[in-house]
């Protein structure tokens, strides 16, 4: 009892502290790495991506369900003979579920056929088993994360941030993403990339459609002559060193292999940004950056359906 009474009396003290303790993690290698990824299978891909990242070099990963059986609005637009032509040209296949599934709504026992099947289909069309995965409309638990980490290297979500050395190695089944909606201008991307830029950050930007709108859609994610201008951005960084442009897979075994070293540390409360309001209250941003974390745990353990 007495443990617990000091307990909730120095969490008082950190939640009006002007100071409060930070784990902090160090990594010498400082570069960031970006990584292109598409979900589903749209016909832009082949048509309109495959072609402008080819004029500068660049690499892509795909997220497919299976073409013959997924049951999608639509269906898949392009074919197991597409993919593998989009696999030799340097891009990386990644695994989405067979039917677009949510992950969320079936037994471990489906997932894990799910995820058993994915590496015999690749098989059967020449294609390397897949080692990336991302969750179908971005629902996940923890029992589908520990599920993904059995079959895959790592997991894309729909959250939002990018990705530190320290929480790669962490939380593989879990990665941050910058997503594409809403025609969204270069610039925003450029903005995220150039803040991140010699931060050690493996920074995944997450879309559907280029110059296509798809039946979910109002808009496509990028307009053709945003992503134009994107393209050319990645290829003139990648060549100055600003940063590195990778498939996912090599962007998390980049990661993985950065040596990692933490310590704790006093760290001062910004007298700037000290507080946000939120829900009509002003409060610590501390405070609301734990709320956040809180309510991220809950939702992977106990998501809406």
Known sequence: MKKAKLLKIASSILLVS???PVKKYSCPDKQSLVVLTFDD????WKTTILPILARYGLPATVFINDPDTARIPEGPQISWQDILELHHAGWEIGWHTAEHIKVTNVKRSKLVEDFSRSQVLFEAHDLPAPVTFAYPNGRHHSASMATASRFFLAARTVHSGVNLASY?????????????????PFVRVKEVIEKWSNQGALIIIAAH??????????????????????AGYLYAGRKNCNFNVLTLKEGVQNMNNRRITSGWSLKPASPVAWHVT???????????TWYQNISRFIQHRWPKQ
């Open 18 to 20: 002007n100071v409060f």
């Open 41 to 44: 299978g749209y016909r832009c």
């Open 168 to 184: 790669v190695q962490k939380n593989p089944a879990d990665l941050l993403a910058v997503n594409l909606v809403d025609a969204i």
């Open 209 to 230: 459609t280029v110059g296509q709108v798809a039946h979910w859609q109002s808009k496509p994610d990028m307009d053709t002559e945003e992503f134009e201008k994107l």
């Open 278 to 288: 939120h829900g009509g209250f002003s409060i610590p941003q501390r405070c609301f």
